[in-house]
């Protein structure tokens, strides 16, 4: 009840008793009921009081039309375009970047121009669209590319929505001073890019994909950080023509049970650090999950990691690769690889096995010392491989006869065979810096397989022009 209502009330009861003393006394009953009825308190509406109440006007002023110094209109919902060209270069900081993704329609594109300088700004995206760069992007012209897209200061360049699809064409990422975030994240999302260049320098990887789709094609990635360039935690990864450099490691790789990852043709150039310095440097690790997955790798280029290829717990397959400049081609914690017909130029072993299945067919190993190594736990398959080493192809040097020896290679079971050839020259002289043969020369050995003369026990050659052939261990030629 409101003060006019009361005031109602109690001048009816003040009425109501003045007369009472002229009626009878049935009337005063009747009147006293109806007089207690009006005044008793109603508590049903003070507890549940009415959900709609009057309108009541403001009091000072209409908000909706008086302007005074404090008033600011709110802002309109953005209208969404099909195709939207933003000019955000040489401004950092306006936000015109983050207003232009909202402008784009589901499954539109937006066109980025930086003439006067990169743009600044993060991009999170949460629905299907297509960015490109109005510049466009030339792989062969890196050095001169200018950043079209740059991060803040500890911020990411692009981040993508669960669920979502985003497509990349001719565009440069650059976060400068990325510290603990990543340049491009996804979860459970579709990023696919295409002739893209990415220079991040931070403590994380320069893309990580968690669940999803990750597809590069054409995509430069200039990382330097003590992470992985490239983290794909369960997801479906296609790498093409992709090349990676300055990163302590390549690729990290926990492939899920979906569709096989596959890398071809990939670059991957580590920054040659030694083994004691840092984080393990490996150019493709392959890490285990409950989900036993597949990747296959082909035409790859993998150079001055520690450890060129890292298999810790899936079916990993290595063809028609080249790895160089490190201790370890490939290593083999556990799971399956198939390494076939690859050219591993390292310093130490080139397929080592700790535990699972190893297949190693028709490859080539330059330099090492040991070609191929397996613990008791690894089951290895070897056979076809070829070697060429000055310390693992010394030759044995049996007695034939009296004091002349003979150079021997038989025996080896190790499923590969030295070779006395110099290394081919057009394998690495354009990959690796100069030429330099890791063979085995041994002293005289042409003509000692022409049939003339033989060696002593130390391995020194004796030449003999009187005796060829057989006939050299059976008559007394000269010593």
């Not at 044995?396 to 190790?414: C, K, Q, T, V």
Request: hydrophobic fraction near 35%; glycine fraction near 10%; proline fraction near 6%.
């Amino acid at each position: 009840m409101n003060i006019r209502s009361l005031a109602k009330v109690s001048l009816l009861a003040a009425f109501a008793l003045s007369t009472l003393a002229a009626l009878p006394d049935p009337v005063q009953a009747q009147v006293a009921a109806k007089v207690e009825a009006q005044t008793r308190p109603n508590f049903g509406v003070l507890l549940d009081p009415p959900t709609r109440s009057r309108p009541r006007a403001h009091r000072r002023y209409d908000y909706g039309r008086y302007r005074g110094p404090d008033w600011r209109p709110l802002p309109l919902p953005p209208h969404q375009e099909e195709v939207v060209l933003v000019d955000c270069g040489g401004n950092p900081g306006s936000g015109a970047i983050e207003s232009a993704v909202q402008r784009v329609r589901p499954g539109g594109t937006l066109i980025i121009r930086a003439r006067a300088g990169a743009c600044v700004g993060w991009l999170n995206i949460d629905k299907p669209m297509t960015l490109i760069g109005d510049s466009g992007f030339d792989p062969r012209r890196w050095d001169a590319a200018t950043p079209t897209l740059q991060a803040p200061d500890g911020l990411p360049c692009l981040t993508v929505a669960p669920g979502v699809r985003v497509e990349v064409r001719d565009l440069v990422f650059a976060s400068p001073r990325a510290g603990d975030a990543a340049c491009v994240v996804g979860y459970n999302a579709e990023i696919v890019m295409s002739r893209v260049g990415f220079r991040h320098v931070g403590d994380e990887a320069a893309i990580y994909a968690d669940g999803g789709l990750l597809d590069l094609r054409d995509v430069l990635i200039d990382a330097r950080t003590v992470s992985a360039a490239i983290v794909a935690d369960g997801a479906a990864v296609t790498l093409y023509e992709t090349a990676v450099a300055g990163a302590q490691s390549g690729v990290d790789l926990t492939p899920g049970s979906g569709a096989p990852s596959t890398l071809t043709s990939v670059t991957l150039i580590g920054s040659e650090q030694p083994n004691n310095f840092g984080p393990r440097a490996i150019g493709l690790i392959v890490r285990a999950a409950r989900d036993y997955g597949q990747v296959a790798v082909s035409n790859a280029k993998i150079c001055g990691y520690v450890e060129g290829v890292a298999v810790e717990g899936a079916s990993v397959s290595v063809s028609n690769s080249r790895i160089c400049k490190g201790d370890k081609g490939a290593v083999l914690y556990n799971g399956e690889l198939l390494f076939d017909q690859n050219r591993v130029r390292v310093n130490q072993v080139g397929v080592a096995a700790a535990s699972g299945r190893a297949v190693i067919t028709g490859n080539s190993f330059a330099g090492v010392r040991d070609a191929i190594y397996a613990e008791d736990r690894a089951t290895i398959q070897a056979r076809g491989n070829s070697v060429w080493s000055r310390d693992l192809c010394r030759p044995r040097f049996e007695n034939r006869y009296r004091d002349r020896y003979a150079p021997s290679w038989n025996g080896n079971d190790g499923g590969y065979d030295c070779q006395q050839t110099p290394y081919p020259r057009d394998w690495w002289e354009a990959e690796d810096g100069p030429y330099f043969d890791q063979a085995y020369a041994l002293d005289g050995y042409d003509r000692y397989q022409q049939g003339y003369g033989w060696y002593d026990r130390d391995g020194r050659y004796i030449p003999d022009d009187r005796y060829r052939g057989d006939d050299r261990w059976r008559r007394s030629g000269w010593f």
